[in-house]
């Protein structure tokens, strides 16, 4: 089966896609023909990504300022690519930070940053195009990026796991809710990717240790979520709902 026809045409929603992932996703969508729009709160840094777009095969292409954990932002995002782009199809909730302190070194003010992204930004992005959906009587078709850290935990991350793993709990009760409506709800959950974002830090002694901790003793390449992604974005995976897919060279299952 090629999963890439199966999301020639359909308008694919991806936040945080300034960088990263979020802009390998957009790329991916864009090479086989689907209609690809963009958001990010870094709005400059997405007008050359949407040239890009459109030269590896985007049917069309659109960058949209969206900041995911203000409301207002996510209804006025969506409203712009529908309106230029049609209905949304497929929407990812790549968009995410992190604060990397340790615990007791973490302020208030660091933590709630991550959780309005990571856990109230997806919820927001996930309400809006639902209430759309249903409201049309379209199906639709929901992919929140979580993590391997929702189920294994990592030092100096407590709001990060700790976000990614409600994503994950908050996949499967929506997919619980919407499945009647036909609008499906599963997660994608990287391991250690190399991005241009964490390079540095893998070639550090630090990182070159936690590489040795992958079964596969290996990062793994953006390209190695594709498969997944696309399936999760498809007809492919028609009967699937409330699912978390993993990609991670083995690390969920590593030896303690």
């Known amino acids: 089966m090629d999963l890439g026809a199966l999301i020639k045409g359909k308008h694919v929603f991806v936040t945080g896609a300034s960088g990263g992932l979020g802009a390998h996703f957009a790329r991916l969508?864009?090479?086989?023909?689907?209609?690809?729009?963009?958001?990010?709160?870094r709005a400059d840094r997405l007008a050359s990504l949407v040239e890009e777009l459109r030269q590896l095969g985007a049917a069309q292409a659109l960058a949209v300022s969206l900041d995911?954990?203000?409301?207002?932002s996510v209804a006025a995002a969506?409203?712009?690519?529908?309106?230029?782009?049609?209905?949304?199809?497929?929407?990812?909730?790549?968009?995410?930070?992190?604060?990397?302190y340790p615990a007791l070194q973490l302020s208030a003010p660091d933590f709630d940053d991550v959780i309005a992204t990571n856990l109230r930004g997806v919820w927001l992005v996930c309400a809006d195009l639902g209430r759309r959906w249903q409201k049309a009587g379209r199906p639709g078709v929901i992919v929140n990026i979580a993590s391997i850290l929702a189920e294994r935990v990592a030092g100096a991350l407590v709001p990060y796991a700790a976000s990614k793993?409600?994503?994950?709990?908050?996949?499967?009760a929506l997919a619980l809710e919407w499945a009647r409506y036909g609008i499906r709800v599963?997660?994608?959950a990287p391991g250690y990717i190399e991005t241009d974002i964490n390079s540095d830090f893998f070639h550090t002694e630090t990182g070159e240790?936690?590489?040795?901790?992958?079964?596969?003793?290996?990062?793994?390449r953006p390209q190695e979520l594709d498969g997944a992604l696309l399936l999760l974005s498809t007809d492919a995976s028609s009967w699937m709902t409330g699912e978390v897919i993993a990609v991670d060279g083995g690390h969920r299952v590593s030896t303690l």
Do not use: F, H
């Open 209 to 220: 240790a936690m590489v040795k901790r992958i079964p596969m003793r290996r990062l793994g």
């Open 186 to 188: 599963n997660a994608l």
């Open 78 to 100: 969506v409203s712009e690519a529908e309106a230029a782009l049609g209905p949304i199809d497929v929407v990812v909730n790549n968009a995410g930070i992190s604060r990397p």
């Open 29 to 41: 969508y864009a090479a086989n023909g689907a209609v690809v729009s963009v958001g990010a709160r």
């Open 165 to 172: 793993a409600a994503v994950v709990q908050m996949t499967k």
């Open 68 to 72: 995911v954990a203000d409301e207002a």
